[in-house]
Nanobody, 121 residues
Framework: QVQLVESGGGLVQAGGSLRLSCAAS????????MAWYRQTPGEQREFVAR???????NYADAVKGRFTISRDNAKNTVYLQMNSLKPEDTVVYYC???????????????WGQGTQVTVSS
């Protein structure tokens, strides 16, 4: 199994910055894409950013130019640097990792537990 542990959420003023981290652990054989999503209670989880195994990145229009996703393959960790934060960025952020466990060799999507980001105006 693969476990994801997120950190870095919190309270920040509008215009400020936060850096989210998500570390994958467990019996991992391989990791493909790593991504961040976010979700407001009662709404669907929405895509924020994705980084492929080769380093190619994709962003939602709402965060382009403000957020930067990166990964450290040696640490099985994905980061989300969030700058110029706005009150509408206030949601729970979830990391998502497409990984292959070493025991079953099955590719699955794994989710973190979520971390709250609150941006005050």
């Amino acid at each position: 199994q693969v476990q994801l542990v997120e950190s870095g959420g919190g309270l920040v003023q509008a215009g400020g910055s936060l850096r989210l981290s998500c570390a994958a652990s467990g019996v991992i054989f391989s990791i493909d894409a790593m991504a961040w999503y976010r979700q407001t209670p009662g709404e669907q989880r929405e895509f924020v950013a994705r980084v492929a195994s080769g380093g190619t990145t994709n962003y939602a229009d709402a965060v382009k130019g403000r957020f930067t996703i990166s990964r450290d393959n040696a640490k099985n960790t994905v980061y989300l640097q969030m700058n110029s934060l706005k009150p509408e960025d206030t949601v729970v952020y979830y990391c998502n990792v497409h990984a292959q466990s070493a025991d079953s060799k099955i590719w699955k999507n794994y989710w973190g537990q979520g971390t709250q980001v609150t941006v005050s105006s």
